[in-house]
T-cell receptor, first 112, second 117 residues
């Protein structure tokens, strides 16, 4: 069935380093992808999105890359800060569907 | 701008009891979602409303879960009777209506953490 998964459950990085969080999806009909950040005790918070007609999109300190050939999505965080420590989820949806399908999440730990 | 409000924040019940959660979406958001997030997993959609109509409830366990949004604003999600496996965080989200060519960001509330003993 449809699934969105992540390669690494936990990622530990040093403060100031760049972080890369990966996600694989299986629904080839997916045309819209979103990264969410979830801190303890809070709901998911939108970080950045990308449509399937793009392969890269940049925000403030974050970049999302989409490789439709291998159905792979990644989130890059530049100069990782302690405030970036959280669980990160990728999610996908497609034109005609309305629901988001979330992956299982990657915990990012930033070491001072 | 006020965010999505949910109550209660925490609830502990025994199995076979009933429980209800309340959600107040962002003002003007016609679309409302309920998600279930089991510990260590991503949120899973239970039901989606457009105004007071159900758009998608294909993953809602209808034998025990029910939800309503009678006036197209607030919503309640009920579980009756609860099972141990219902222990999870129940998230409410809202968004502007999505048309066929766009996607509107979903804003999430803080969730209700349910523990079933």
């Amino acid at each position: 069935g449809e699934s969105v998964g992540l390669h690494l459950p936990t990622l530990s990085v040093q403060e100031g380093d760049n972080s890369i969080i990966n996600c694989a999806y299986s629904n080839s009909a997916s045309d819209y992808f979103i990264w969410y950040k979830q801190e303890s005790g809070k709901g998911p918070q939108f970080i950045i999105d990308i449509r399937s007609n793009m392969d890269k999109r940049q925000g403030q300190r974050v970049t999302v890359l989409l490789n439709k050939t291998v159905k792979h999505l990644s989130l890059q965080i530049a100069a990782t800060q302690p405030g970036d420590s959280a669980v990160y989820f990728c999610a996908e949806t497609s034109t005609g569907r309305r629901a988001l399908t979330f992956g299982s999440g990657t915990r990012l730990q930033v070491q001072p | 701008e006020a965010g999505v409000a949910q109550s209660p924040r925490y609830k502990i019940i025994e199995k076979r009891q009933s429980v209800a959660f309340w959600c107040n979406p962002i003002s003007g958001h016609a679309t409302l979602y309920w998600y279930q997030q089991i510990l260590g997993q991503g949120p899973k959609l239970l039901i989606q409303f457009q105004n007071n109509g159900v758009v998608d409830d294909s993953q809602l366990p209808k034998d025990r879960f029910s939800a309503e949004r009678l006036k197209g604003v607030d919503s309640t999600l009920k579980i009756q009777p609860a099972k141990l496996e219902d222990s999870a965080v129940y998230l409410c989200a809202s968004s502007l209506p999505r048309d066929s060519s766009s996607y509107n960001e979903q804003f999430f509330g803080p969730g209700t953490r349910l523990t079933v003993l």
